[in-house]
């Protein structure tokens, strides 16, 4: 009989996620797409709620695996190891076919009122293109499955003599036949130790969701590390840079400023058009056509960039500074998670990268604040943690997109003013990055998480996977995510300037048609 409270906690959590995304979507949608790409739209809606609630059951495993029975799996009548394949599969799907299908179809939306051929329409060119992407991800999947689909579990193998048990321990074996000695001392009186390892075939579906793991990890190493620095790091910020009341004359002499910056950038927005009328004419070289695309690249962050410092001053001027909750209510926030980052990196430091671990520190948090019987404060607790981190893999995709533009392009989330095709984008973001933030908690909380059902699969099967297992078994990917948490807090302390200093520099960028390594002089 399945737990009623659990059941109800369960659709409380879907309904809650399903009225944030839709509101999300009212909020952040542009006008240009009102009433437009339904497809597209049902598409990212789906697939943003499938990123929040692979990481909402975490915490959900955890709440479920508190209340079991006797220690009994699937004893509250709720079989999480179903839940978590029917997630974790539908984002391995939704990741490599589903999202990539609606980005081409946006992309290559085409006039109605012009006549095309059945392959050149629409949906056939998306379904060209998807069908290469899938095909690509298909075949490195069976080849990788079907070389070794194994994976071996170290565990310490103890052969106790059987005279020494026979004089030494009593033993009673008239009802069952069979008795353990795990109360015994293994010596060398009395038995040997061997390494040994447990081989476990495991299932394409298991399979399907490690590499699915393996590819996000990549990006979340990156995006985590830079998020758990900048997310804080910006809502501090965003205080202390809030809107302040100005008078008309300070107005009018940074609006000023702001319209010369936005000539400059229109026009090296007319010169990359002309570029592109150019490269139309006649087909451009790799190098050209990597310029062009990093050019394109730098001007767009600027554009957005220079939108920000226009809408601040707006807000300064139009509405005397704001609303000052907004700002407070950002520094609150911005220093509470200060706190949580910093207890994420240490939990690295303390728990995870040292063999033996120097203590579980947030294991004993989460399990200390779990009462007898009445587990809440210990779930929400871990919830609140996971969560965050999810946060800042979001804020640390924003942020690298929009330092490093010539390796990644920003897609922002502006109010009011979001296409669809940055919706999507964004959801893919989230999608590839969920499975390792789940993948990454359980290694990080594992005496927390234990004997859950998304411990069993993380914990136990993908951990040692002959092909990648040597990533999770060698910390790589945490180490990677420190260095990355490192730069970041180095870059944001030290080189941090004001958003009209960064758009100046980018717009000398584009002046000088310059690449990065070449000298250059840039006043900041």
Known sequence: MPDLWLVLVAIIMSVGVLAF?????????????????????????????????????????????????????????????????????????FMVAIIPFAIFFYESEQNPEEQHSCMNSQGCLALMYTSCFVGIFATI????????????????????????????????????????????????ANCEKSDDELEIE???????????????????????????????????N????????????????????????????????????????????????????????KDTTRFENSVYLLKQDLNVLN?????????????????????????????WLLHICIFILPDPPVDPFLNNLFIGMSLPGFALFGVVAFGIQVFWLFLCVINGAFNFGLRIPLLFRLYPMEVGNTLLNAFLVN?????????????????????YTRETQVDLLFGSQIKYITFFGAFFQNNVFEIAMLCFS??????????????EKLVEKQIELLSSKRRPGESMKVSV
């Open 238 to 293: 965003s205080w202390r840079t809030r809107p302040k009341p100005i008078d008309r004359d300070e107005y009018k002499s940074r609006k000023a400023e702001i319209a010369e910056l936005a000539g400059s950038l229109k026009k090296e927005g007319e010169e990359l058009q002309k570029s592109e009328l150019k490269y139309m004419a006649h087909k451009p070289s790799r190098r050209e056509k990597a310029n062009h695309k």
């Open 315 to 343: 807000i300064s001027y139009n509405l005397k500074g704001g609303n000052p909750c907004i700002p407070f209510g950002k520094f609150v926030i911005g220093i509470i998670g200060s706190v949580i980052s910093l207890m």
């Open 427 to 447: 959801s893919w973001i989230l999608l590839v990055c969920s499975i390792p933030t789940v993948h990454f908690c359980v290694t990080a909380f594992p005496v």
């Open 21 to 93: 995304i839709f509101m999300l979507f009212v909020w952040y949608s542009s006008k240009d797409d009102a009433n437009t790409a339904w497809f597209p739209r049902i598409v990212c809606i789906f697939a943003l709620f499938l990123a929040c609630m692979a990481v909402l059951a975490l915490p959900f495993d955890v709440s479920v695996h508190a209340r079991q029975d006797k220690g009994e799996l699937g004893s509250q009548g709720i079989d999480m190891q179903a839940v978590w394949d029917i997630i974790l599969i539908s984002v391995a799907i």
């Open 486 to 499: 490192l730069l970041a807090l180095i870059y944001l302390c030290a080189c941090a300037t004001s958003q």
């Open 141 to 188: 999947l069976m080849i990788l499955y079907f070389v070794d689909n194994k994976a071996r579990i170290p565990f310490e193998n103890l052969t106790y003599d059987y005279d020494w048990i026979s004089n030494n321990v009593q033993i009673d074996v008239a009802t069952s036949g069979s008795y353990t000695i795990g109360s015994v001392a293994c010596t060398a």
């Open 202 to 236: 495991m299932s394409p579906t298991v399979f399907i969701i490690a590499v699915a793991s393996l590819i996000g990890w990549f990006l979340f190493c990156v995006f985590s590390g830079v998020g758990l620095v900048s997310l804080p790091f910006g809502l501090i």
